[in-house]
């Protein structure tokens, strides 16, 4: 007997922070679905589209191209391939076959569309129905509530780790709390440039690559200095 819906939600409200949600909460919803993958992911987070970027990555992220997307940025609201598509119809749009039925759902906060939770099926598998769409519906009002009250935390860690400056360390907070670039710039008072170059210097004293990394690598020394005093 699988996990159910109920389980999912207890497991959800009992998660420490987003690395737990990411994995293993999203692989027991996975599997709820009885889906072929499945993923959390936030917009910010999401790597820059630029010309390497491969073609299939820059279609599945096109609203012009991608009709599930656009339904769940435009509504924010939870969808499958074949609530507004004929039978068959997504399958022209994305060719990969472990991709055959799709299913997604946002993630909000403050009124804002800040990700979602994204499901799929081989092609030979059953589709999505109704029923799936209801519990992802739940899911996704669960999941919202929780990363609202994760982000909400203080990000608190010592002024001199890796040699963190006030300001830098203000950016930090802010950045772990689910704020774009240009929402820090408008919150301390300066440009979205100053936010980003003030990221790249933090990218290289933690020895990091990206806005997760960089808030994982300070969440975890802060905890290590706790246990260790």
């Known amino acids: 007997m699988g996990i159910s819906l109920s389980a999912l939600f207890q497991a959800i409200a009992q998660a ?24 959390l992911f936030f917009f910010d987070q999401l790597p820059a589209i630029n010309e390497h970027t491969p073609a299939m990555i820059k279609l599945a992220l096109s609203l012009d191209h991608n009709p599930i997307l656009r339904y769940v940025v435009q509504r924010h609201a939870a969808v ?25 759902g946002p993630i909000v906060s403050d009124s804002q569309l800040m990700g ?3 499901f799929t099926r081989h092609r030979y598998d059953q589709a999505f129905n109704a029923d799936n769409l209801a519990d992802i519906n739940a899911l996704c009002l669960h999941l919202s509530i929780k990363i609202t009250v994760l982000r909400s935390k203080p990000f608190v860690f010592r002024m001199n780790c890796f040699n963190i400056t006030p300001r830098e360390a203000e950016i930090a907070e802010l950045v772990a709390r689910g704020f774009t670039n240009a929402k820090i710039g408008a919150t301390l008072w300066i ?15 933690l020895e990091v690559s990206s806005r997760a990394e960089m808030v994982a690598k300070l969440c975890l020394r802060e905890d290590s200095s706790i246990i260790n005093n």
């Open 16 to 39: 420490k922070d987003e690395q737990e949600l990411r994995q293993p909460i999203m692989a027991k919803i996975g599997n709820y679905f009885v889906a072929k993958r499945w993923g």
């Open 80 to 104: 499958h391939d074949e609530v507004m598509l004929l039978p068959g119809v997504w399958q022209r749009i994305c060719p990969r076959t472990d991709h055959g039925h799709v299913m997604l």
């Open 116 to 118: 979602g939770i994204a």
């Open 191 to 205: 440009t979205e440039n100053s936010v980003k170059q003030a990221l790249k210097r933090m990218f290289r004293k």
